[in-house]
């Protein structure tokens, strides 16, 4: 949810060819496609992620501090139309699984500045859209912010501190951003990390049986974007791609049953996502439409469709 970006006055320094951008531009898609492809492959058909939830980080993750005072609370709010450029499931029907069903995403991030480089936040679902579960802390997060000729670097780590009645390795994210001009008017940002992912979900049957899964396993996520600024404020139209695979032991049984059935589960889904992005002194707004370009669906099973989403977020700092 972090996703405002400062004004283009805070970039000293050359500003480079735009041949060289553009050929920087198409080296990093090449290899975000040839990095998320072998990443991907497998011997099993391919499928999307099999948690459905509303991620808050890559979609426009800013490499630098985006807040003036010590501290700024941002909400997002999202929705998915049911039938949005998809049918519910690929037979054109409705979608019996719970996974997938909540049509509305709501967000809320808590940053405070520790140091003048290093800065602590708190992630909230308010909607209980990540897997079904109740209002609380999702992630907290350190995120340290490097300026370099122009160039702004960070990295970010965020532990989820819920249980969940789970045990072992808690899910863990680390991520590396950068954000660079590329003229007066134009910035590039990129973003890649690494998930270890261990969450539960359950569905609802068309049998009305309570089916209950465990996820286990890894995460990729890729991401770059343009923006043109159009004010003297650093308001800004932008463009965003983001590529996103995972790998996981999913492990099923039916509620009140012990036996138990393991699947090695691959799959992945790109994004693309636009917007503007509104900045004023105290708040920023930003609008966007974010719509499934592609994704891999097993070829056995009834799994949820990412469907189109539209949203807005709106920081006051």
Request: a neutral charge; aromatic letters at 12%; charged letters at 20%.
């Amino acid at each position: 949810m972090n996703i405002f970006r400062k004004t283009t006055a805070r970039h000293p320094g050359a500003v480079p060819d735009c041949a060289e951008g553009r050929a920087l531009l198409l080296g990093r898609v090449l290899g975000l496609v040839v990095i998320l492809s072998g990443f991907l492959m497998a011997d099993h058909a391919a499928a999307q992620r099999p948690i459905q939830m509303f991620d808050p980080f890559y979609r426009g993750e800013s490499a630098s501090r985006t807040f003036y005072d010590s501290y700024a609370v941002t909400a997002e709010l999202s929705y998915r139309p049911r039938g949005l450029l998809q049918a519910d499931d690929a037979a054109g029907g409705a979608v019996a699984s719970g996974i997938g069903s909540d049509p509305l995403g709501l967000n809320l991030l808590f940053e405070y500045q520790l140091t003048p480089f290093l800065d602590a936040g708190a992630y909230v679902d308010a909607s209980g859209s990540a897997a079904g579960r109740t209002l609380g802390i999702n992630w907290l997060q350190l995120k340290y912010f490097r300026h370099e000729e122009g160039t702004d670097y960070a990295i970010r780590l965020a532990l989820d501190p819920s249980s969940d009645a789970r045990g072992g390795f808690p899910q863990m994210d680390l991520g590396f951003l950068y954000e660079s001009l590329l003229s007066p008017t134009v910035s590039t940002d990129f973003g890649v990390g690494v998930r270890r992912v261990h969450v539960g979900f359950q569905e609802l049957t068309n049998d009305n049986l309570l089916l209950r899964n465990r996820a286990i396993g890894w995460e990729m996520h890729m991401s770059t974007s343009y923006r043109v600024v159009f004010d003297p404020a650093g308001s800004n139209m932008f463009i965003h791609g983001l590529l996103q695979g995972g790998r996981y032991d999913l492990v099923e049984w039916v509620a009140g049953q012990s036996e138990r059935t393991s699947t090695d589960y691959r799959g992945g889904v790109i994004w693309l996502r636009s917007g503007l992005d509104i900045k004023r002194p105290g708040y920023q707004f930003e609008p966007y439409l974010s719509i499934p370009v592609s994704q891999w669906a097993p070829s056995e099973g009834e799994w949820p469709r990412n469907r189109t989403r539209i949203g807005v977020r709106f920081m006051i700092r």
